[in-house]
């Protein structure tokens, strides 16, 4: 029990614990959004460019102005950043990255510096820290610290190793969707004690079923040390393309020959000797061959959007317009810029379809490429130009441009919003309340109207001339059917009637015969009266006690009843109606029961005979 | 004594429309001034008299276009096609609303498709009159044969050809009415969806103004709507208007 006590605090306090642990980690969950700046390299040559960045991941919707970071000692290559934005959801979480990117290039040796680059977020501002360059003297780079952002496929083995300095291609992928970038590189393998310069190509080269861009190594790329087969090479970039297939199958860059001048530190003639001997070097020119590669190129996936034109990689779509309000006959230029990596120069403007209100020009395209990236990339901008004919407001409907994205093997689609615009002037013979199928212009305001009571419009069901409508005409059919039951179970209770007449007039007959007797037989004539008629009656279907004998003849008559049966009927009655009235009281005939018994069998058999024709 | 509470009474109901005229003038004429917002305005007096139309509900409609209110341009424009159908200023307004709008909606499965077709072209109330008529044969003509107790050939043949229709009829009536009486919303301000109807919910998606919700549920100041990509999700009830 003692142990259960002290038990008992400890997981309350385990619980507080972890309670705390919960609220101090809350704080850093909700604060989703990180921002920070980084460059491509805190030393570099006075030729040489940087890469600044400015990376925001987390969730945020909202980016606010950009601004370009001041600097000290650097100019800028481009005005405007290059813009990344990844987005992805994970866990129903949506996460964003957006890379903000510029190029500086040195304007002396010494220190220079990029200051705070503020970001607006949804809003809020992120401040990074400043960043710090030196720059020194070209000739004074280290060379072996410079390349670190070439490529890092591992060397093949099938290529000949057997010189001291070769060239091969590295493809980034043998394996591309049709129009897909591959970036090659020409790489030279060389050596230590190796020194090679001045490269060139010396023969005719094609890439035959590609799109070739060259991509430009103006930074100075330095060596990298490789281990091949456990020999150690210098392996340096000397030429960079970036190919796009234009047909599926196999398709080959052709072998590239290139003539380099190579320097080789010649060994002491004393085969004793260890050290080279610096003095005996020459330059020497050489030839190299960069050995074919070849590239599987695959068609696109099926499902590609209508608004798919071959375009392959990541882009992203800005549509503006230089005005929203113009007057009718005044030009609006809307451009809409395709920006991102991939084959800039093939991409095909979207197709828009412009409200025949405007006349529209054929988009004129620029474009702007960047080959100092890792990758093709740049941007392409069609400028539209259309001239309104008519006033009005106008919606011009969005832009629609898809692409592929190979890395997510997926197709994308961008939208842009739609633009509207206020043309001043007069408008096109619009019909009021008749617009054409054409006019892409809003109608209105229309001068008359239809007034209708404002009222809620409730369901259909609530309405109350459904209920009365589906209502009233399946109550009158059920009260058609109640009617017609009625009456059949009247028609039903006089033949039960009729079936029971003859056995209850029996059983009169019986209290008649006890009165009899009794001596009683102006009861008995009573009993036998009532009796007569109450089995008429039943039997009949009609009150034969009220009738007059003339009368209840006639009935007989109409039910079949044969004449004979109808006298001797008259005849009891007669007998029957007079006996109680008798001056005095006379013993019947003793036949009297039997002929009342026989006519009602009589009756009873010939009205049946009658109704079941 | 009935006469003499309607003559007491259709003043009354007069007045309210006159002002209601006298304010839809107003509005046109602030619209051809250029006044757009003060159009609205008085065009939002109209609807405060009790009286409407589909006229109004346009200009109304294109009054906040003007003014840059995109989400009630597009509520009342919805509300003017509601009013009337087949109103082809109306239908033209709102497929360019809807366009500059821009969302794209789930494609209608058969039935929602259907749906529209027959509030659109026909109407829940002329989907149930026709029903009615159906309905009213068929219980003519089986009043007549528990009547005469006897069933003859000509009435076995329009029973077999009318009850199929009239099943049919009551399906499609159905369908129609239940489609007009699914509330849609619009969305008046750009929003926020959340996963469960509270402020600390994780956002799942953005709903950008204009655009039209079915509602699928309600709880205290959040509704449920129904996203274009068929997913559903909990927004505000402030941001949302229903048509």
């Known amino acids: 029990m003692a142990n259960d006590e002290r038990r008992v605090p400890s997981g309350w306090r385990r619980l507080i614990g972890l309670i705390a642990l919960v609220m101090w980690l809350a704080p850093m969950a909700v604060a989703q959004v990180t921002v920070h700046a980084y460059v491509d390299k805190t030393t570099m040559g006075d030729g040489e460019v940087l890469l600044y960045t400015v990376e925001a991941s987390g969730d945020f919707r909202d980016l606010g102005r950009i601004t370009s970071p001041k600097t000290r000692g650097l100019t800028a290559v481009q005005t405007s950043p290059i813009q990344s934005w990844d987005v992805s959801i994970r866990n129903g979480q949506t996460r964003q990255r957006l890379r903000l990117q510029w190029q500086f290039r040195p304007m002396g040796t010494g220190t220079v510096s990029l200051g705070e680059s503020t970001l607006r977020l949804d809003g809020r501002a992120y401040t990074t820290a400043p960043i710090t360059v030196q720059v020194i003297p070209q000739s004074q780079r280290p060379s072996s610290a410079l390349w670190s952002t070439g490529p890092t496929a591992s060397p093949r083995p099938d290529l000949d190793q057997a010189s001291d300095i070769f060239i091969r291609a590295e493809p980034s992928s043998d394996v591309a969707w049709l129009g897909e970038q591959v970036v090659v590189d020409y790489v030279l393998y060389f050596e230590a004690g190796v020194h090679p310069r001045n490269s060139r190509i010396a023969s005719a080269w094609d890439a035959d079923g590609f799109w070739r861009e060259e991509l430009n190594l103006d930074r100075f790329l330095g060596s990298r040390t490789v281990v091949l087969d456990g020999r150690t090479f210098e392996a340096a970039p000397i030429k960079r393309l970036a190919i796009f297939p234009t047909r599926t199958g196999t398709l080959a860059v052709d072998s590239l020959d290139i003539e380099i001048d190579v320097l080789r530190a010649m060994r002491s003639r004393d085969p004793g000797s260890l050290f080279r001997n610096p003095f005996s070097s020459r330059f020497e020119r050489e030839t190299l061959t960069a050995p074919r590669v070849a590239v599987e190129a695959r068609p696109p996936p099926p499902g590609a959007p209508p608004s798919f034109n071959g375009a392959v990689g990541q882009f992203g779509l800005a549509v503006q317009a230089d005005r929203h309000s113009v007057d009718v006959g005044e030009p609006i230029r809307v451009t809409a810029t395709l920006s991102g990596t991939g084959n800039i120069a093939t991409l095909e403007a979207p197709d828009w379809q412009i409200p025949t209100a405007f006349e529209q020009y054929p988009a004129r395209a620029s474009e702007r490429i960047n080959r100092h990236a890792e990758r093709l990339r740049g941007e392409k901008t069609f400028t539209f130009t259309l001239v309104p004919r008519s006033g009005g407001s106008f919606v011009l409907p969005p832009l629609e441009w898809s692409y592929f994205e190979p890395e997510a093997e997926t197709y994308r689609t961008l939208r842009s919003d739609s633009l509207r615009l206020q043309v001043v002037g007069p408008a096109a013979p619009l019909a009021e309340a008749s617009p054409s199928a054409s006019s892409d212009a809003f109608i209105g305001p229309l001068e008359t109207a239809t007034w209708q009571r404002a009222r809620e419009a409730g369901p259909l069901w609530n309405q109350p001339w459904v209920w009365v409508g589906f209502g009233l005409p399946a109550l009158a059919l059920l009260g058609l059917v109640v009617v017609r039951r009625l009456r059949d179970r009247d028609d039903d209770t006089a033949a039960a009637r009729s079936l029971r007449a003859f056995p209850e007039a029996q059983r009169g007959l019986e209290t008649a015969v006890a009165h009899l007797d009794a001596g009683e037989s102006r009861v008995f004539y009573a009993a036998l009266d009532r009796t007569l008629r109450l089995f008429l009656t039943d039997r009949l279907g009609s009150p034969a006690h009220s009738l007059a004998l003339p009368d209840l003849d006639t009935l007989l008559a109409e039910r079949g009843v044969a004449n004979e049966t109808r006298d001797a009927a008259l005849q009891l009655l007669r007998e029957s109606d007079a006996g109680p009235f008798a001056p005095r009281p006379q013993a019947p005939p003793a036949d009297i029961l039997d002929r009342a018994t026989r006519l009602m069998a009589a009756i009873n058999d010939e009205a049946i005979a009658v109704e079941t024709d | ?243």
């Open chain 2, 1 to 243: 004594m009935l006469l003499l509470i309607l003559l007491m009474l259709a003043p009354q109901a007069e007045t309210p429309r006159a002002e209601a005229e006298r304010l839809f003038v107003l509005g046109n004429t602030l619209m051809s001034e250029g006044d757009a917002r003060g159009a609205a305005a008085a065009y939002e007096g109209v609807l405060d008299t009790g009286w409407t139309s589909p006229e109004l509900e346009l200009n109304l409609s294109r009054a906040y276009l003007d003014a840059d209110q995109l989400g009630p341009a597009v509520l009342h424009v919805e509300r003017a096609q509601r009013l009337a159908p087949r109103h082809e200023a109306v239908a033209h307004n709102l497929r360019l609303v809807r366009e500059h709008v821009g969302a794209s909606a789930a494609p209608p499965s058969p039935n929602e498709a259907a749906a529209r077709w027959l509030s659109t072209h026909v109407g829940a109330g002329g989907m149930m009159a026709m029903l009615l008529v159906v309905y009213l044969a068929v219980l003519g003509l089986v009043g007549f044969r528990l009547w005469k107790g006897e069933t003859r050939p000509w009435l076995r043949r329009a029973l077999v050809v009318l009850v199929p229709i009239a099943l049919v009829a009551a399906a499609a009536a159905l369908l129609t009415a239940r489609y007009e009486a699914a509330p849609r919303a619009v969305v008046l301000v750009d929003a926020e969806v959340r996963g469960t109807p509270s402020d600390m919910a994780p956002t799942v998606e953005e709903v950008a103004e204009g655009m039209v919700l079915p509602i699928t549920d309600e709880r205290g100041l959040w509704r449920a709507v129904r996203l274009p990509d068929g997913d559903e999700g909990w927004i505000e009830a402030s941001a949302l208007e229903e048509i």
